[in-house]
């Protein structure tokens, strides 16, 4: 396919997926608004229609909590085509929502949003969304950073936008799935079920929303009492990047008092982040808060320190070593998980396959970091994926086939804002990057 014809294909797919101010995943498998698809949808479709850009993210934060709280599912109507429902969450929030939340990828949309458009034009819109974007990251710190040094604990794997790493495998081992219940799962009615998680992933994941209902929803509880509380490597590298790109935004308006206590929250995390450091592996892994241990495994979230910003000279050689060394055993770069672990699964969604949402946060990281040629190669694969395969949610990294949902709108938006290549080396610099 020309180039051309991907550009015509992934505007196709977000129109399609367009419900009217917010665009769903995909209409079969994934029929609401989900948070951070959203924030890669908005640059998709700002390639072609900035306004419909910047009206995807009001529209999500149109279900932000009163406390600044932002959640994964915004359900704008119901479908029972998708289980859990709204019905199932109970959050008792208008308008529905659900009662977790997910990778804060919204205020670097907000900032490629800002700097690649008429400024003069959407000012007014950057001014109502700043103070949202702060209020969630506020949220972010005050519930979900008790050692209070930048590093972002999620309390539920599906918060981590990775559903079944194996990251959440050992602490997953807490979550009692004696009193779940009968449900019935939706996901593979429409997908094959080698593509997703198992039934035990999916046991303990009704589990913890059983949970979180049980507390009425209080996240400052659920945040010092659930089962699982895991600091994902990937939500605080995302968290990172996004408070320097909120930085940007905040010296943009003038917020001098927000601009500084900016810069302290990414001071804070450049410090606190070699917790996350993995001697033995050589690399940055997730940690589960309970117990201290962790996930000893180089996942794609491993090499999210680079979009992240943070920079050390022998942990980057060390990083890009094992890039290396996967790179010789898939066809298509990133992974979710390094092949050679024995869990390796190249079908099983975040056990093997490559996401291009993911490579793109990877990628655009690596280059601006200086390594642009791996960012470039990530950026090559990720196109050849989509053009062979067309614009599915996930690929199997060693034949490049297209798994999971068919039309998958943040891929095509993935497409347009980067992998198509004329915006490659458009991913802002990073300001105020670490040692
Ligand atoms: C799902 O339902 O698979 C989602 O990832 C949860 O957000």
């Given at each position: 396919?020309?180039?051309?014809?991907?550009?015509?294909?992934?505007?196709?797919?977000?129109?399609?997926?367009?419900?009217?101010?917010?665009?769903?995943?995909?209409?079969?498998?994934?029929?609401?608004?989900?948070?951070?698809?959203?924030?890669?949808?908005?640059?998709?479709?700002?390639?072609?229609?900035a306004a419909r850009g910047w009206r995807e993210i009001?529209?999500?934060?149109?279900?932000?909590?009163?406390?600044?709280?932002?959640?994964?599912?915004?359900?704008?109507?119901?479908?029972?085509?998708?289980?859990?429902?709204?019905?199932?969450?109970?959050?008792?929030?208008?308008?529905?929502?659900?009662?977790?939340?997910?990778?804060?990828?919204?205020?670097?949309?907000?900032?490629?949003?800002?700097?690649?458009?008429?400024?003069?034009?959407?000012?007014?819109?950057?001014?109502?969304?700043?103070?949202?974007?702060?209020?969630?990251?506020?949220?972010?710190?005050?519930?979900?950073?008790?050692?209070?040094?930048?590093?972002?604990?999620?309390?539920?794997?599906?918060?981590?936008?990775?559903?079944?790493?194996?990251?959440?495998?050992?602490?997953?081992?807490?979550?009692?799935?004696?009193?779940?219940?009968?449900?019935?799962?939706?996901?593979?009615?429409?997908?094959?079920?080698?593509?997703?998680?198992?039934?035990?992933?999916?046991?303990?994941?009704?589990?913890?929303?059983?949970?979180?209902?049980?507390?009425?929803?209080?996240?400052?509880?659920?945040?010092?009492?659930?089962?699982?509380?895991?600091?994902?490597?990937?939500?605080?590298?995302?968290?990172?990047?996004?408070?320097?790109?909120?930085?940007?935004?905040?010296?943009?308006?003038?917020?001098?008092?927000?601009?500084?206590?900016?810069?302290?929250?990414?001071?804070?995390?450049?410090?606190?982040?070699?917790?996350?450091?993995?001697?033995?592996?050589?690399?940055?892994?997730?940690?589960?808060?309970?117990?201290?241990?962790?996930?000893?495994?180089?996942?794609?979230?491993?090499?999210?320190?680079?979009?992240?910003?943070?920079?050390?000279?022998?942990?980057?050689?060390?990083?890009?070593?094992?890039?290396?060394?996967?790179?010789?055993?898939?066809?298509?770069?990133?992974?979710?998980?390094?092949?050679?672990?024995?869990?390796?699964?190249?079908?099983?969604?975040?056990?093997?396959?490559?996401?291009?949402?993911?490579?793109?946060?990877?990628?655009?990281?690596?280059t601006a970091a200086g390594h642009a040629q791996w960012?470039?190669?990530?950026?090559?694969?990720?196109?050849?994926?989509?053009?062979?395969?067309?614009?599915?949610?996930?690929?199997?990294?060693?034949?490049?086939?297209?798994?999971?949902?068919?039309?998958?709108?943040?891929?095509?938006?993935?497409?347009?804002?980067?992998?198509?290549?004329?915006?490659?080396?458009?991913?802002?610099?990073?300001?105020?990057?670490?040692p």
């Amino acid at each position: 396919m020309t180039q051309d014809k991907l550009d015509r294909r992934a505007r196709e797919i977000l129109i399609a997926n367009d419900r009217g101010g917010y665009t769903v995943p995909n209409g079969r498998v994934y029929p609401f608004q989900w948070n951070w698809d959203s924030a890669f949808v908005s640059m998709g479709f700002a390639a072609f229609d900035a306004a419909r850009g910047w009206r995807e993210i009001e529209t999500l934060f149109a279900g932000q909590w009163e406390d600044g709280f932002l959640p994964h599912i915004v359900f704008w109507k119901d479908d029972a085509g998708y289980f859990p429902g709204p019905a199932v969450w109970a959050t008792g929030h208008t308008p529905p929502t659900s009662g977790i939340t997910q990778p804060p990828v919204a205020a670097s949309a907000v900032r490629a949003l800002w700097e690649r458009g008429d400024q003069a034009r959407f000012r007014p819109h950057l001014e109502r969304l700043f103070p949202k974007l702060l209020a969630w990251h506020r949220w972010i710190a005050r519930v979900r950073d008790p050692l209070g040094q930048g590093l972002a604990v999620i309390v539920h794997p599906w918060e981590s936008g990775r559903d079944n790493s194996p990251e959440w495998d050992g602490p997953s081992e807490l979550i009692d799935t004696s009193r779940v219940g009968s449900y019935e799962r939706r996901d593979t009615s429409h997908l094959d079920q080698s593509m997703r998680p198992t039934k035990l992933d999916y046991d303990r994941y009704v589990a913890l929303v059983q949970f979180g209902r049980a507390l009425g929803w209080n996240h400052e509880r659920i945040g010092q009492e659930s089962p699982f509380r895991v600091v994902d490597v990937g939500t605080t590298m995302i968290l990172l990047r996004a408070n320097r790109d909120l930085l940007a935004l905040a010296e943009v308006l003038q917020c001098r008092a927000e601009a500084e206590e900016l810069r302290r929250s990414v001071a804070r995390a450049e410090n606190g982040i070699s917790w996350l450091w993995n001697e033995r592996v050589g690399a940055y892994c997730s940690r589960d808060l309970i117990t201290g241990e962790s996930a000893d495994v180089v996942t794609s979230a491993s090499f999210l320190s680079f979009y992240a910003g943070v920079r050390n000279e022998d942990r980057d050689r060390r990083l890009l070593e094992h890039l290396e060394r996967i790179g010789r055993r898939v066809k298509y770069l990133v992974p979710s998980l390094d092949p050679v672990s024995t869990r390796f699964d190249s079908i099983r969604y975040w056990r093997g396959p490559v996401w291009a949402v993911i490579n793109y946060l990877i990628g655009s990281g690596l280059t601006a970091a200086g390594h642009a040629q791996w960012g470039e190669r990530i950026r090559a694969d990720t196109g050849k994926l989509l053009e062979q395969a067309g614009m599915y949610e996930y690929f199997c990294p060693l034949t490049g086939r297209g798994i999971g949902g068919d039309d998958f709108s943040w891929t095509a938006a993935v497409w347009l804002h980067w992998a198509r290549g004329v915006e490659r080396d458009s991913a802002h610099a990073v300001s105020g990057a670490g040692p």
